[in-house]
């Protein structure tokens, strides 16, 4: 009797996961197991689904969903491509317009032209002004004022910025022409000028031993071997200036890099300006 | 975002030997590379396949030489070689600003050094380098 009565209360338990009356694949239980997959972070199964049911549902915020999804997991041309299904009038319009700057910004890193003009709210208008702003940084001709550069920036970010525009207006280039003519004068001195100590001072001490055997062996007619010190010291003079011309080139884009690495990272410490998004509360 | 799923990769552990894959034939493209393609060859079987792989970089420095003579010209090749060669013997071992690959050895290819500042390519010290 007990396991009559076990397998009546079992039965319903399996049949009822298996009835046709659940629709797992209806588009509004496609969108909660998306937004459960959201707000789990993974943007790539979360778009799979949101896709399945784009089409069917024309919804804003799916389509600024995949367009977030698409732009945390790098892809940033295909976020943009959603950004132009987005209608001008949904209220998710202005921040998917920001998003697509900050797509824009770290996959082409250039100077943002905006192509039309849209109504912010003010911190919108404060971060599209900072976008802007820092996309001038990635311009070679750069002729903004300090003052109108650090203007649309808030107190904490200032001290950072004003560094940037310092970098940008100033970088502490070493000058190749300056290395090499220093390194034609004494030997190792254009090395030791973008700061590589130890390889000056193993030019200049190898330079020297050579002008030195060279010199000796002249001087006690031993004509061929002074040749051969003369060729390699020569060689060795003239690699050096070389050597020094090719560092200080190395030295500014060493430069260039930690500026543009800089920058990177303070964008993404900012989050590029953007509000952060919740859509799991 | 196919490669972004998860899926079985296929790992060697086999060591690569630097020395198995060099090429001793003498094709080369003009005068500048058989010359110091013939003086990199001489040097490989008579010295440095016997004493050993003791170059600090990598590219090795008879291999900096062929690859800056592809790059340049037989006169500026030699130039980057002597220039190589001292910062080699660096008397204070100051090697820690070049990135490695990832058998440890400095990574310096003659790339950075054609006078040409939009081919330089600059690594961090910190960075791994994945190849040779």
Excluded at chain 1, 148 to 162: C, G, K, R, T, W
Excluded at chain 2, 42 to 66: E, K, Q
């Amino acid at each position: 009797m007990r396991n009559f009565l076990t397998i009546i209360f079992l039965i319903p338990l399996t049949v009822h996961p298996q009835s046709s009356s659940f629709d797992f694949h209806s588009p509004e239980n496609v969108k909660k197991f998306a937004d459960h997959l959201f707000c789990e972070e993974d943007y790539l199964r979360a778009i799979e689904q949101y896709e399945l049911i784009n089409q069917k549902m024309d919804n804003d915020t799916i389509k600024f969903k995949v367009m977030l999804g698409y732009s945390e997991l790098g892809f940033f041309s295909e976020s943009n491509d959603f950004f132009r299904g987005i209608n001008d009038k949904s209220i998710f319009y202005p921040d998917a317009y920001l998003l697509s700057f900050k797509n824009q910004l770290i996959s082409e890193p250039g100077l943002i032209i905006a192509p039309s003009i849209i109504s912010f709210n003010a911190f919108q208008m404060k971060s599209f002004c900072k976008l802007i702003n820092i996309s001038m940084l990635y311009e070679d001709k750069f002729n903004i004022s300090k003052e109108n550069f650090i203007a649309p920036f808030d107190a904490e970010e200032l001290n950072s910025v004003s560094t940037f525009y310092d970098y940008k207006v100033e970088p502490p280039y070493k000058s190749p022409a300056l290395a090499g003519l220093l390194s034609a004068v004494i030997p190792g001195s254009g090395k030791m000028y973008v700061g590589e100590w130890g390889d000056g001072i193993t030019a200049l001490v190898v330079t020297s031993l050579f002008a030195f055997l060279a010199y000796d062996n002249f001087h006690a007619d031993h004509t061929t071997r002074a040749w051969i010190f003369t060729g390699l010291g020569a060689f060795f003079y003239a690699g050096n200036i070389y050597g020094s011309v090719a560092s200080a080139q190395i030295f500014n884009a060493r430069i260039d890099f930690d500026f543009n690495n800089g920058l990177e990272l303070f964008l993404k410490q900012q989050n590029y300006f953007l509000p952060d998004y919740d859509f799991c509360e | 975002m196919e490669n972004l799923k998860w899926r079985k990769s296929d790992i060697s552990y086999e060591k690569q030997i630097h020395f198995s894959k060099r090429d001793y034939s003498f094709q080369s493209e003009n005068a500048g590379e058989f010359i110091t393609k013939s003086l990199a060859n001489a040097y490989w079987f008579f010295i440095s396949d016997v004493d050993g792989d003791n170059c600090p970089f990598r590219p090795t420095c008879s291999a900096f030489l062929l690859q800056s003579a592809k790059e340049t010209n037989i006169f500026q090749a030699s130039l980057m070689f002597f220039d190589r060669f001292t910062r080699d013997m660096n008397i204070a071992k100051g090697h820690d600003h070049y990135p490695r690959v990832s058998a440890g050895y400095y990574y310096d290819p003659p790339q950075n050094y054609t006078l040409n500042q939009g081919r330089i390519k600059y690594l961090p010290p910190a960075f791994i380098v994945d190849d040779e």
